[in-house]
Structures are given as structure tokens and as C-alpha cells.
């Protein structure tokens, strides 16, 4: 499966890094950047979410929320999350679900681990609708955060 621009983006729950549910809808009302990444700890992961970080205002100043996803379990995340600072939701798909329905999963992903998320990145506008996706088949590439901050210039 694929998320395309123009789709309505699939609903989801997961467990945040304190172990709390958060769904898409609660964020509602705001556009949300949802970044998908492989692995907790590992160099370009780092990167790419301390980037986020330190950009966070540039999304709060778009009326958009950061959300972060990998298939890390909650623990793993809690302290990824706490290491590096993160100042927005960090949640585990754990059960690789919603990587699959985004079709940002790796089947087989380095040195034979299975069900990796890919690092990929969407736009929502407040209604939910696909207005950026970009999924990388390259882990070691970052999103383009340009264009992702284009596209919320526009809807802001």
C-alpha cells in the first residue's frame, strides 16, 4: 500500500514514548509533518529528528505537529527521546502496522532485519489530507525539510 498527495491519511493509535496513547486525531485542527524512520541510536535518525528539533519552532509557527514514528518498542524510544531532547511525540509501531499502511516499511531492510520502517515523511493538512509524501528506499538519506516547509508555507 501507498499514501498518495490527496489521500486522506489513515487514522492510527500508538503508544507514546511515556507509554500513552496518541491518535491522529488528536491533533486535529493543526497540520502535522508525520516522520517515519528505521532505528532509534543509529547516525542519520539522529540527525534527521535533532533537525526537527531544533527547527521545531519554524513548524509551530505553521500550525503543525511533529510526530515521529519507528518501530522501536516505547522503552527504546523513552530514551532516544530523552538523549537527544526531542520536543515533540515520539511513538513506537511496535507491531509495524502503521509503517505498512503508509507503505513505509522495509520487508527486508541491512543485515537481514525484517519490518523496518523507511524513512519517509508526509504533510497533513488540518483535515488530514495528503499534501507531501516522500518515502526513501535509501536509509542514509534525509527528507527533503524544504520542501516539507514549503508545503506548510502554503497551507499556514
Same mark, same amino acid.
Given at each position: 500500500? $501507498? ?7 489513515? $487514522? ?17 485542527? !493543526? ?5 517515519? /524512520? ?16 531544533? +527547527? ?39 507491531? !509495524? ?10 520487508? =527486508? /531492510? ?5 519490518? =523496518?520502517?523507511?524513512? $519517509?515523511?508526509?504533510?497533513? +493538512?488540518?483535515?488530514?489530507?495528503? !499534501? ?12 527533503? /525539510? ?9 497551507? $499556514?
Amino acid at each position: 500500500m $501507498s499514501i498518495n498527495i490527496g489521500d486522506i491519511a489513515p $487514522s492510527f493509535t500508538l503508544l507514546d514514548s511515556d507509554l500513552k496513547d496518541v491518535n491522529l486525531s488528536d491533533y486535529d485542527g !493543526k497540520n502535522k509533518v508525520v516522520l517515519f /524512520f528505521p532505528l532509534a541510536f543509529t547516525g542519520v535518525c539522529t540527525t534527521e529528528l535533532c533537525q526537527m528539533r531544533d +527547527d521545531v519552532a519554524k513548524y509551530n509557527d505553521a500550525n503543525a505537529q511533529v510526530l515521529a514514528i519507528s518501530v522501536d518498542s516505547p522503552f527504546t524510544l523513552a530514551k532516544f527521546k530523552a538523549e537527544n531532547e526531542l520536543n515533540f511525540p515520539v511513538l513506537s509501531d511496535f507491531n !509495524k502496522e502503521v509503517s505498512a499502511t503508509y507503505g513505509s516499511i522495509y520487508e =527486508v /531492510f541491512v543485515k537481514g532485519l525484517k519490518g =523496518v520502517s523507511k524513512r $519517509s515523511a508526509f504533510v497533513l +493538512d488540518k483535515n488530514n489530507t495528503v !499534501k507531501y509524501a516522500e518515502v526513501l528506499e535509501n536509509a542514509g538519506n534525509l527528507p527533503n /525539510f524544504e520542501a516539507i516547509e514549503e508545503v506548510l508555507t502554503q497551507l $499556514s
